[in-house]
């Protein structure tokens, strides 16, 4: 069975029925939730903490290095 919870906090993936990380104890989101990025982790490296803007091109969100705690921004296209 493909994992269908993942762990904003730290990426891990957890199958259907769990609900809290076993590591770090926070929540899990959907993985097949669409849309918007916020409290996930992109590229094991960046956790997005907000939306900055969003045009007709895709959205903008301020990422924060999971390590260094470096903030940059993180955009997402839109594909059409």
Do not use: W
Not at 19 to 48: E, H, M, N, P, W
Not at 50 to 74: D, F, N, P, T
Request: glycine share 14%; aromatic share 4%; proline share 4%.
């Amino acid at each position: 069975m493909p994992p269908t919870n993942i762990c904003p906090r730290c990426g891990d993936a957890y199958e259907d029925g769990v609900a809290f990380c076993a590591k770090d104890g926070t929540r899990l989101v959907s993985a097949g939730q669409t849309g918007d990025l916020i409290g996930t982790v992109v590229a094991d490296r960046y956790r997005i903490t907000s939306r900055i803007g969003e045009g007709g091109m895709g959205q903008v969100y301020l990422g924060e290095h999971v390590r260094m705690k470096r903030k940059s921004a993180i955009t997402q296209r839109t594909v059409s």
